[in-house]
């Protein structure tokens, strides 16, 4: 069984920062791969950053130079830095793990966490 858990959401001003962090546990074979992902109301949920065991990156257009994801293998915990926030970036955001990376960018991962929510204002 895997469990992960989000924290570091809040409310932060448009051009401020947050990091959250997302502590997994369970199988390591399970969390090999990870990614965060956000949902606003009425919108579909959307990748946001993913990272692979070797810790190959992806981002989302629309976060590429503002967003960083990384992970503390040790600690089997993913971050997502997030600097120069926008109220776009207004969402709940999930951390979510999967052993194949597809599913990871297919945005169907196996575990989710309960998510945590960021609001930017304006």
């Known amino acids: 069984q895997v469990q992960l858990v989000e924290s570091g959401g809040g409310l932060v001003q448009a051009g401020g920062s947050l990091r959250l962090s997302c502590a997994a546990s369970g199988s390591i074979f399970s969390i090999a791969h990870m990614g965060w992902y956000r949902q606003a109301p009425g919108k579909q949920r959307e990748l946001v950053a993913a990272i692979t065991g070797n810790r190959i990156t992806n981002y989302a257009d629309s976060v590429k130079g503002r967003f960083t994801i990384s992970r503390d293998s040790a600690k089997n915990t993913v971050y997502l830095q997030m600097n120069s926030l926008k109220p776009e970036d207004t969402s709940v955001y999930y951390c979510?793990?999967?052993?194949?990376?597809?599913?990871?960018?297919?945005?169907?991962?196996?575990?989710w966490g309960q998510g945590t929510q960021v609001t930017v204002s304006s």
């Open positions: 979510a793990a999967d052993p194949i990376r597809s599913r990871i960018l297919a945005a169907t991962p196996a575990y």
